[in-house]
């Protein structure tokens, strides 16, 4: 398959960890990852915090780069940009877009992935070659759950990663408190979210708290940090990544 | 719809200064003062996970809850769309059965017109059933202004009412108290109870029950609101826990229902569906203890006098809006509230409306409106949820509350002049549709690792970054992004590397396919 690779502007910019192993693991797979090299961001952020006609250009671009019928599907490490593309971007282009950009917007809609659901729906795959010796919890995020609706997905691609102890994490599907800006304007309450989320990690043992959207743990991970936590965040692609061959190795430095 | 000379341009909201939808203060502010309550945070959290679990179990049985819940939106949406005639069925159906029907364009009108009411009976007090729409418009205190007394009669609304307190839940009213604030409120504000009263919750029951029943047995004027009421047959309902809603809704001579006009229901069928989705959803029981209806008067039993207000305060206004008519679909069972994680936080006085939570989120500002430009309170509530989705799932009905709360965000910065944040995001998106600028931007980025020191964590932030940074720390910007290592040697390297793995793969898969 040719496959579409949308790094997401955050994990371009700051999380090209999760976006390399994406990209290594879908070749690995033996499928063609081609970087369209004009993409950017998707637009969530505008949309989540009340603009709508800011991120026009950026839903076009979105539709330009992908649409091309040469790609067979579009992948990505996060759920809510995936849940961005498949919910939001035909309300921008029904309400302030013409009517090629309708037209390009439904056609991208219906190749668009999340990487779990891509790697269990699409081919078919639920053990990828991972192999990661640590004791691993994973929280799914709540685009992925609810918008995407990607249920188990990514717990089936982790059990079947040689060597890993995975637990389960209490109170699983509630909310770590990101949401976006709402963990700008909304601070504390974010923060008191944030802190029973990591009283759940914590109460796993785990060494490693794994998720399907880098902006989550970013949060969860800087709440972590910031108490001086045992326990680090890495993208479910980092794990899936990881192999005998080039295992992950969690002394290393994050970067 | 054609439009006349004299039709007012818009229909009218809930107004100003009546009523309890506007807060005096927006929700971060409001939620700054509940989150350090800690008997409130164990509370609500005990509370609301204890009702979570109970609904799970509940509706887990139920082969066709999703069916139900199908239903249930669409008996909603249809009657949404024709509103104006099921209302007008509905009053000739009432006035045919004896009783005799008001319209109330806001709050201030509604409690006028209940007031009139009472005062022609010439009675000073006034036994309540639990209700949303009285506490919406103020009713009690605009009664208490004029000298006649309400005497809430559902347990919780009565506990609020003694501390002279507000509801903090749509269900539970008193959720935020636990029974030793209950004990020691009805120690302080109930004439000639025990002053050995413990907190063993029969035995507070037990000093509420006595105090009461002298309130059933003397009062001769009832109020109510509705939770149902059906076009068809002009029959009324109301649901209920404890049997107090019936005392009410039997034993006065006279009887005033408020209701909120979108309470209406087509068909009298239609209350199977919402029997069976409003228990299971609001207190995780397969059926409430009581439901009681009516309709009109029946010589000789129950209310002689029966009046029905039916209450507009923004609803026209909000069925005016095409996503806020989805919000009068709410049977105001509070499932979204329970399996809110801001709710869980906060409570409900943060919201300042009496409809707290994500349903109150949406409909408060359809209702009272949320005006932008004045810096109401209520234009702060839209942002009070971090559209974690959990309310669309838990709504009986069916309500996308986080497509809404989206909406309602565009709306406000539609309103809103120039601000801050506007430049910011159109900065922002200028930056992230030039390709060359965006690149430059997360070069400019990887210059942050400076503010990285040694750890490559960032842990403080200027504003509006410093609520952010308050609590976490921030990694600094790698060296690389992930599209110059892509074009690097080593990128390029990695990648072809991997790529021959997989044609290896695929190669290999081919061979055990032979």
């Known amino acids: 398959m040719r496959i579409g690779l949308f790094a997401t502007c955050l994990g371009d910019t700051l999380f090209p960890e999760a976006v390399k192993s994406t990209a290594v693991l879908l070749a690995r797979l033996g499928h063609d990852v081609v970087f369209p090299p004009d993409q950017t961001c998707c637009g969530q952020m505008h949309v989540n915090t009340g603009y709508q006609r800011e991120p026009v250009p950026l839903v076009r671009r979105f539709a330009e780069q992908f649409g091309d019928a040469s790609i067979d599907a579009v992948v990505m490490p996060s759920g809510s940009c995936a849940g961005s593309v498949r919910h939001q971007h035909e309300i921008i282009a029904e309400r302030y877009g013409d009517a090629a950009l309708r037209a390009g917007v439904s056609t991208v809609k219906a190749k668009t992935y999340e990487l779990s659901e891509f790697l269990v729906d699409v081919l078919g795959v639920s053990r990828v070659g991972a192999y990661f010796p640590h004791r691993v919890t994973y929280h799914p995020t709540c685009h992925s759950l609810r918008m995407l609706r990607v249920g188990d997905k990514p717990l089936k691609l982790l059990r079947a990663v040689e060597g890993i102890d995975l637990v389960e994490l ?86 | 719809m054609s439009t006349f000379l004299g039709m007012p341009a818009t229909p009218p909201r809930s107004p100003y200064g009546t009523g309890n939808l506007r807060g005096d203060r927006k929700f971060p502010k409001a939620a700054h003062d509940e989150l350090r309550n800690e008997q409130l945070r164990r509370n609500l959290g005990k509370a609301t996970r204890t009702i979570r679990t109970k609904r799970l179990g509940v509706t887990g049985e139920l082969p066709d809850w999703e069916q139900l819940r199908d239903a249930g939106s669409a008996i909603k949406t249809d009657t949404m769309n024709r509103l104006p005639e099921l209302l007008e069925q509905l009053e000739q159906k009432v006035t045919e059965h004896g009783g005799t029907v008001h319209w109330a364009r806001d709050g201030a009108e509604a409690n006028e017109i209940v007031a009139r009411l009472v005062r022609a009976t010439g009675s000073s007090d006034v036994i309540k059933v639990k209700s949303m729409a009285t506490q919406e418009i103020g009713l009690n205190e605009h009664l208490e202004s004029i000298g006649i007394t309400p005497y809430e009669t559902d347990l919780a609304e009565l506990i609020v009412q003694l501390a002279d307190d507000k509801p903090s839940h749509i269900l539970v009213p008193a959720i935020h108290r636990n029974r030793d604030e209950i004990r020691q409120i009805f120690l302080d504000e109930i004439p000639g109870v025990d002053p050995d009263l413990d907190n063993v919750p029969a035995h507070l029951a037990a000093a509420a029950r006595a105090y009461l029943r002298e309130k059933f047995m003397t009062t001769k004027v009832a109020v109510s609101g509705a939770n149902f009421g059906i076009a068809e047959t002009g029959t009324l309902s109301v649901v209920e826990s404890e049997g107090n809603g019936r005392m009410c809704l039997t034993l006065p001579d006279t009887l005033i229902t408020v209701m909120g006009i979108e309470k209406v229901l087509p068909r009298y069928q239609d209350l199977e569906v919402f029997l069976q989705l409003l228990p299971r959803s609001s207190t995780g029981e397969r059926m409430n203890p009581y439901t009681s209806m009516w309709t009109g008067v029946t010589p000789g039993d129950g209310p002689q006098d029966f009046h029905l207000v039916l209450l ?56 009272a409106g949320m005006d932008a430009a004045e810096d109401d309170p209520n234009s702060s509530l839209p942002y009070a949820s971090s559209l974690c989705g959990a309310c669309f799932d838990a709504c009986p009905v069916k309500i996308d509350i986080p497509s809404m709360l989206v909406e309602l965000r565009h709306q406000h910065t539609e309103q809103s002049g120039t601000t801050a944040e506007k430049l910011a995001m159109k900065a922002a998106a200028g930056v992230m549709k030039r390709p060359k600028l965006f690149a430059a931007a997360q070069k400019a980025a990887a210059l942050g690792r400076i503010a990285g020191g040694r750890d490559g964590t960032i842990s403080h ?54």
């Open chain 2, 312 to 367: 507009d305060n923004g609803r026209t206004a909000a069925l005016a809006d095409t996503i806020g008519r989805e919000a009068l679909n709410c049977i105001r069972c509070s499932a979204c509230l329970n399996v809110c994680p801001v709710y869980e936080r906060t409570g409900g006085h943060a919201y300042g409306s009496t409809y707290p939570g994500p349903i109150g989120a949406v409909l408060t500002p359809q209702l």
């Open chain 1, 170 to 255: 209490p109170e699983a599907d509630s909310c770590c408190g990101f949401g976006g800006t709402f963990a700008l304007k909304n601070a504390e309450t974010s923060t008191a979210m944030l802190q029973d989320k990591m009283r759940n990690i914590a109460a796993t043992d785990a060494a490693v708290c794994t998720a399907g959207d880098s902006s989550c743990l970013m949060h969860i991970g800087g709440g972590l940090s910031r108490i001086r936590s045992g326990t680090r965040t890495l993208h479910l692609a980092q794990i899936l990544g990881s192999t005998r061959t080039a295992p992950y190795a969690l002394t290393e430095a994050a970067r």
């Open chain 2, 461 to 514: 932030l200027p504003a509006p970054l410093s609520g952010w940074s308050d609590s976490r720390d921030t990694p600094a910007p790698p060296k690389q992004t992930f599209r110059s290592w892509l074009a690097s040697a080593e990128g390029a390297a990695t990648m072809s590397a991997a790529a021959e793995e997989g044609a290896r793969h695929t190669a290999d898969d081919h061979e055990e396919d032979r």
